[in-house]
């Protein structure tokens, strides 16, 4: 296995720092025997890159259409075709073509400056007319990862150019790192693609579907399903939709919720595991997809529906041996606030595959 190095994300909930210590609960103390992965959340990609990089075939799914194209790269593609010259390139207007400026017409002040729109709009049209699947893969990774960064709070649930602009002092964001251009970004994330795309000598795959909707097979189902707060209400998609709408961006215009001072785009917004009446339900229907696997649910110790609460939902299967593990405080680079919350890892070990 070459040396670990994983990809850095700014994702909301990522596991990336502590992934190590999930991988040796599943496989040094729950002791489970697995040769694929399915990942049903897949989000960053960290849990799915991990397995990876253990020889296991992986199976990444997110409902996202750009989570998907990260997992493509990560997961499923195995080299880097992008090179930062021609990276670059791909601000460049051609003569020939005919370019559309949605994000500079309808995103004026609200995620980045005017210079920054106007490069968004001609880079997407450019990246989505390219052939090379390989290619469109890396410059769209690039892409996502340095709008990320360049963002406070790296979301775009809020209208808050401002604080980006006006920014002095705080605990929330660098100053630096948000006025670097895309160029100077690119470089860091191009050379981080040459580094982490590997061949583990598997076919490994991504996949574009809903949670309840993902059917797929595996020995081992990874489930790090997003979590409610009391205090929050924001969703998933309204974090992310911005990068979904760069994706689908000839759709824009007529998706865009303009009754929201984001202006947040509506492709790909769902209900599933987005409400908390709703969450457990959701989770059985989730657990009986995937009845014949062995289970690992990752979640928080404040979150809404209670561990207490998932835990007694996966025990009336009776066919699982469900044990907690504790991985001590953590707090996600978002919440460095609260010194209360704990990660859980939930390890449902099937007893048909014992």
């Known amino acids: 296995m070459p040396d670990i190095i994983l990809p850095k994300t700014r994702y909301y909930g990522s596991k990336r720092k502590i992934i190590d210590k999930i991988w040796n609960i599943i496989v040094n103390e729950a002791n489970l025997e697995f040769d694929s992965v399915l990942d049903v959340f897949g989000g960053s990609a960290s849990f799915s890159y991990y397995a990876k990089l253990n020889q296991k075939q992986v199976l990444y799914n997110d409902i996202f259409q750009f989570n998907t194209i990260i997992g493509r790269k990560l997961i499923e593609q195995n080299t880097n075709e992008l090179t930062y010259e021609n990276a670059v390139k791909l601000f460049e207007r051609l003569p020939e073509v005919n370019y559309l400026n949605h994000i500079a017409e309808y ?31 890396s410059a769209l990774y690039i892409l996502f990862q340095s709008c990320l960064m360049k963002r406070p709070y790296n979301l775009f649930h809020r209208r808050n150019l401002n604080m980006r602009l006006n920014y002095k002092k705080g605990n929330f964001g660098n100053k630096q790192t948000w006025e670097r251009s895309f160029q100077e970004l690119f470089i860091r994330f191009i050379k981080e693609l040459d580094k982490v795309c590997i061949d583990n000598g598997r076919i490994n795959t991504a996949y574009n579907f809903s949670a309840l909707n993902c059917h797929l097979g595996a020995d081992l189902v990874y489930i790090d399903p997003p979590y409610f707060k009391k205090e929050s209400s924001t969703s998933y ?15 824009i215009p007529n998706n865009i919720n303009f009754n929201k001072k984001n202006k947040e785009i509506n492709i790909n917004a769902s209900r599933e595991f987005e409400d908390k009446t709703n969450f457990l339900n959701d989770l059985r229907i989730l657990i009986s997809n995937h009845i014949d696997s062995h289970i690992v649910i990752s979640y928080r110790n404040n979150g809404i529906p209670s561990i207490e609460e998932i835990s007694e939902l996966l025990r009336s299967f009776n066919l ?31 007893l048909n595959k014992i």
Do not use: M, P, R
């Open 107 to 137: 995103y004026n002040d609200i995620y980045f400056t005017d210079e920054e729109n106007n490069q968004i709009d001609i880079y997407i049209q450019n990246v989505l007319a390219l052939e090379n699947e390989n290619v469109k893969c």
């Open 237 to 251: 998609h309204s974090k992310y939709h911005f990068l979904e709408g760069l994706v689908n961006y000839y759709d």
């Open 320 to 350: 699982f041996n469900v044990v907690e593990y504790n991985l001590g405080k953590y707090n996600y680079a978002l919440n460095k606030n609260n010194e209360f919350n704990e990660e859980i890892l939930l390890i449902c070990k099937n």
